[in-house]
């Protein structure tokens, strides 16, 4: 099996640990994350969900469910990268929704169905509470190397 570049490999170690520039951003920006295991091609994390995201009714805003499916996607595909000077961005996300996202918390499972030379497909289901299936998301990330806008 391939080998997560060291760059990408520190990023996610960084991430689990609490201590990467990501952390902070994404706490102010989309809640509090935290990365409980990755290895190629799968991560898992816990999202503390808080009011700061919440409609009147006590449900996630679901255009904020998918900025955080963006975010999890782009960790999922940072898994197999395998040169430190890989980036991606992501060309196409889809969030279906089955049940709320509610307080207090979802779990993430994240998982790369297929990495090409220049896409990365990831789907990833958010769980709630109660161990239901709340939302799952497809993603593609498009690679492109360090220094490219395209």
């Not at 990833?124 to 939302?135: H, I, P, T």
Request: with cysteine; charged share 30%.
């Amino acid at each position: 099996m391939p080998n997560t570049s060291a760059r990408h490999s520190e990023i996610l170690e960084g991430y689990k640990r609490g201590d990467s520039r990501f952390n902070k951003w994404c706490e102010e920006k989309l809640g509090a994350f935290r990365l409980t295991h990755w290895e190629w091609g799968k991560l898992s994390m816990v999202w503390e969900i808080d009011e700061r995201f919440l409609m009147p009714d006590g449900v996630m805003f679901g255009g904020h469910v998918a900025s955080v499916a963006d975010h999890v996607a782009g960790l999922a595909a940072m898994t197999v990268l395998e040169a430190d000077s890989d980036r991606f961005r992501t060309s196409r996300l889809e969030t279906s929704f089955f049940r709320p996202v509610m307080k207090p918390t979802a779990r993430i499972e994240a998982r790369v169905v297929n990495a090409s030379k220049s896409l990365i497909h990831v789907e990833a289901d958010f769980l709630n509470a109660e161990g239901k299936l709340a939302a799952r998301v497809a993603a593609v990330q498009m690679k492109r190397k360090e220094g490219t806008r395209d």
